[in-house]
């Protein structure tokens, strides 16, 4: 379940809203990304399909985790007993500025 958005234009996506700047098709396939995370009970139900490149993102503490909605975009979230926090949509270039 999505417990806490780091971001509104995160929460934004996720409610179904229009974001400024990112095309419509890209919002699809982040939307659908952000609705299997919502559904998984445990992590390893990330790692179907693979498109979600799901894989735990080094040097973290709490571990944060990532699946990849395209080649630059990135959704990372935090897992805590069954649920996500601090769940960020992301341009991959830009990781380390924000998180």
């Given at each position: 379940?999505?417990?806490?958005?780091?971001?509104?234009?995160?929460?934004?996506?996720?409610?179904?809203?229009?974001?400024?700047?990112?095309?419509?098709?890209?919002?699809?396939?982040?939307?659908?990304?952000?609705?299997?995370?919502?559904?998984?009970?445990?992590?390893?139900?990330?790692?179907?399909?693979?498109s979600?490149?799901?894989?735990?993102?080094?040097?973290?503490?709490?571990?944060?985790?990532?699946?990849?909605?395209?080649?630059?975009?990135?959704?990372?979230?935090?897992?805590?007993?069954?649920?996500?926090?601090?769940?960020?949509?992301y341009?991959?270039?830009?990781?380390?500025?924000?998180l």
């Amino acid at each position: 379940m999505l417990i806490s958005f780091k971001d509104n234009k995160t929460e934004k996506i996720y409610s179904g809203e229009r974001v400024k700047g990112i095309s419509i098709d890209l919002i699809k396939k982040a939307r659908r990304r952000l609705a299997m995370l919502n559904q998984a009970i445990q992590l390893e139900d990330l790692y179907f399909p693979p498109s979600n490149r799901f894989h735990a993102l080094s040097g973290y503490a709490p571990t944060r985790y990532a699946i990849f909605v395209d080649k630059q975009w990135r959704i990372t979230f935090d897992w805590h007993e069954g649920d996500a926090h601090n769940i960020m949509y992301y341009l991959k270039t830009i990781i380390k500025r924000f998180l």
